[in-house]
């Protein structure tokens, strides 16, 4: 097996699995249909374009820094907004309430069977056609997505989330020293419904796909004390 890593870091991310108009959530981590789409944008690809090659990754997330989930105040209607049937509305203004992550910071592995995708994706990532988000348009990377050794030949998923270093370190000492993994899995008990299917505006498409939660350990090896000895 073959693993990408990159990483999102950001003020602002936020990562919605079951949004509609009013009512904008985000998951805890990004959601698969979020990086797919942030992939699309880096190799230039539009809409209309095929996605099965890059929904197929098998996709984990490792929450190096846990999100502050917070909401942000909106509103419609200063000028007309389209209602569903069609009509513009220029009355009534709708508050939405829009959630996000702050201060949050995830390490991101896309895994496999050969690594010539991979390969392409770590070169486009590194020079994006299109511009990178977080969830949102608004919401852009604080450091860049690409990592300069996050193309992992020969090791899986797992292995590889595992193996990098903390991206951010912990806000306090007593926090702690495990960080949750989120693993794509065949079997897993948790379900989400964003496996990407078609992105066409009018045609977006989103399948289930299933997850396992783990933890890595963070904690550093323990140095071993030599006691001194006396020099008499």
């Given at each position: 097996m073959n693993t990408l890593l990159l990483q999102l870091i950001g003020p602002m991310q936020s990562w919605g699995v079951a949004s509609n108009f009013t009512y904008?959530?985000?998951?805890?981590?990004?959601?698969?249909?979020?990086?797919?789409?942030?992939?699309?944008?880096?190799?230039?690809?539009?809409?209309?374009?095929?996605l099965d090659d890059l929904a197929e990754l098998r996709m984990g997330v490792r929450a190096d820094r846990e999100g502050l989930v917070r909401r942000d105040y909106h509103t419609a209607g200063k000028g007309g907004y389209l209602k569903a049937d069609g009509q513009i509305e220029k009355k009534d203004v709708v508050v939405t309430q829009r959630y996000y992550l702050a201060d949050a910071s995830f390490l991101v592995g896309l895994e496999a069977?050969?690594?010539e995708l991979l390969q392409e994706l770590h070169k486009h990532l590194r020079n994006p056609i299109w511009p990178l988000y977080l969830g949102r348009k608004a919401f852009v990377p604080s450091e860049p997505v690409w990592l300069k050794d996050g193309l992992k030949l020969g090791q899986d998923l797992l292995s590889a989330l595992g193996g990098h270093e903390r991206l951010r370190p912990k806000r306090t000492r007593w926090d702690d020293d495990r960080m949750r993994v989120m693993l794509e899995?065949?079997?897993?008990?948790?379900?989400?419904?964003?496996?990407?299917?078609?992105?066409?505006?009018?045609?977006?498409r989103f399948g289930i796909r299933r997850l396992r939660a783990t933890t890595v350990d963070d904690r550093p090896l323990q140095r071993r004390c030599v006691p001194c000895t006396s020099l008499a």
């Open positions: 904008r959530d985000t998951a805890r981590e990004p959601s698969k249909s979020g990086v797919v789409g942030l992939l699309c944008a880096a190799l230039g690809r539009p809409r209309e374009e095929q069977l050969t690594p899995d065949e079997n897993g008990e948790i379900v989400r419904q964003d496996q990407p299917l078609c992105f066409v505006s009018d045609a977006r």
